[in-house]
């Protein structure tokens, strides 16, 4: 038995051998041939190595040769934003009326340094001008008394008068003061003979407002007087804001605007909106005294024209042509018994007279300081006849993102420039460049205004600010995250619906 089982044994052995023979050699086979592969493969692997190196030189030298063109443009575009950003915030901060302190400072520095006390005396080119009654006159002729004697007045608006003048807006009360003088009667008779033969166009200023019931009385008698022999009253209002007078409104008929008026309505032929002779055309002054029998605005306290100002009356405000400083006359009366008016005044001239005395009825401009309101309404008349051209929301909205963008690189540029360098210079720019950045926008903002352009120093310095911060955050490593790119989103569309709005 024990033999045939190992017969058995032997038997299968023998069948076994051969096949495990046959693998051992087929293994050997296949792991041959995998490090036939192997190799292969390391050889691939190197070529690849060998054209990535290639690849890489070749965008090295590339990358060399256009290194600033990918980073101006990556700079670009975040000032781009930035600026878009700075102008849609300041749109809406300056419509809120949020910049009102360095707009104050901005209109202060006016004021300050040297600046003429008076405008100069030229001759422009349309017959404006502007008569002072000085301080040497005032002294001299009237005694430094007030009223003013309304014997010399008569001879000085005779010598005027007898120019013919196509407009005389008088910047000086006229009304009586308590007792009526024989005075002020020749006064009186003087202004409303030469309407009725002249047909001339004589505007007045209404009284200063009183507080007596009997002076009250005695002054709206006189006034519906003066409107029934045709003669013109206006306000005597001057619209100063932060002290600085800039605007005038337009449709408030003040001595300017109703001496523009009168100087375009024609002597001698018809119009529909005219009355009686001449076209004489009721002020609304003298409108509201005859017809509504309406005083308020000779009572003292009684009402302020400009106090209570709507949105939109804000908005009609024009602008003081700068030019008006230089295009007219000014006459300065030094004597009444020596000025030649022959000379100095001619046919169908408009005339504005008024007093240059004493501190009294002056005004800052962003030209002149210290000028004397009749000079003022001269300059509306002057800008009623050449307005200012206004800057439309869009457009406004186009200069302060040109404004900001070219001030941010500028100070960005400079800032980094000089930063980067370890020496006392960069300390110096540390603290004095945004001084020195400060004092030039507001030195720029007041020099502008003399050419009817009002660069605010407020969104200026904001604009500057938050532009150093954006686009300079790349320098600095600074991660701005998706919280703060849509807060900046918001902000910019919302405010192009408020300026879709307001060009509407």
């Known amino acids: 038995m024990w033999a045939k089982i190992a017969g058995v044994l032997i038997f299968i052995w023998g069948k076994i051998r051969p096949s495990q023979e046959k693998i051992r050699s087929d293994y050997n086979d296949l ?7 192997i190799s292969n493969c390391e050889k691939v692997l190197l070529e690849c190595k060998k054209v990535i190196s290639n ?25 781009f934003f930035a600026s878009l950003f700075v102008a849609s915030a300041t749109f809406l901060i300056t419509e809120r009326g949020f910049f009102e302190f360095p707009e104050y400072l901005t209109l202060s520095m006016i004021s300050v340094g040297e600046g003429r006390s008076e405008p100069r005396a030229n001759n422009g080119p349309i017959p404006l001008k502007v008569v002072l009654i000085t301080d040497l006159s005032y002294e001299s002729d009237f005694n430094q008394s007030s009223p003013l004697d309304r014997k010399k007045l008569k001879e000085m608006f005779e010598g005027i008068l007898e120019r013919k003048p196509r407009v005389l807006a008088v910047d000086l009360d006229l ?33 200063m407002p009183v507080v007596s019931p009997s002076l009250l009385s005695e002054k709206v008698a006189w006034m519906k007087e003066m409107c029934d022999a045709q003669i013109t009253f206006a306000y005597p209002d001057v619209y100063s804001h932060l002290d600085v007078v800039m605007k005038y409104m337009e449709f408030t008929p003040t001595l300017g605007n109703e001496a523009f008026r009168l100087s375009k309505l024609d002597k001698t032929d018809g119009d529909e909106e005219g009355k009686a002779k001449n076209n004489y055309v009721h002020s609304s002054v003298c409108d509201r005294l005859l017809k509504r029998n309406d005083d308020n605005f000779l009572r003292k306290n009684g009402e302020n024209r ?35 008016w022959e000379r100095n005044i001619s046919n169908d001239d408009i005339i504005f007279v008024g ?7 002056k005004y800052i401009t962003p030209a002149i300081r210290d000028i004397p309101g009749a000079f003022i309404h001269a300059a509306t008349f002057y800008s009623n006849l050449n307005p200012v051209s206004d800057i439309k929301p869009l457009q406004g909205f186009i200069v302060d993102f040109i404004i ?6 500028i100070f960005l540029k400079t800032y980094n420039w000089y930063c980067n360098k370890l020496t006392i210079i960069s300390m110096l720019t540390n603290f004095g460049l945004p001084i020195l950045i400060m004092v030039a926008m507001l030195w720029l903002a007041q020099i502008s205004l003399q050419f009817n352009l009002w660069i605010h120093p407020g969104p200026m310095l904001a604009g500057v600010y938050v532009d150093s911060q954006i686009v300079g955050g790349n320098s600095q490593k600074v991660k701005y995250g998706d919280l703060v790119k849509f807060i900046c989103i918001i902000v910019i569309i919302w405010s192009l619906v408020e300026l879709a709005i307001k060009i509407q």
Request: overall charge neutral.
């Open 55 to 79: 690849c890489n030189t070749v965008l090295n030298g590339s990358k060399n040769n256009l290194s600033r063109l990918p980073g101006f443009l990556f700079v670009l575009r975040k000032e």
């Open 306 to 340: 400009y106090e209570n100002l709507t949105q939109k009356e804000l908005l009609n405000l024009k602008v003081i042509n700068s030019k008006s400083y230089s295009d007219m006359r000014i006459i300065h009366v030094l004597d009444l018994n020596r000025i030649d």
């Open 355 to 361: 007093g240059s005395w004493g501190l009294r009825d």
């Open 404 to 409: 900001g963008m070219a001030l941010g690189i």
């Open 175 to 207: 009304s009586p003061s308590g007792n009526l003088t024989n005075d002020q009667t020749d006064l009186d008779n003087l202004l409303k003979n030469y309407q009725k033969k002249e047909g001339a166009n004589i505007v007045l200023i209404s009284p």
């Open 31 to 37: 792991l041959s041939s995998s490090e036939l592969i």
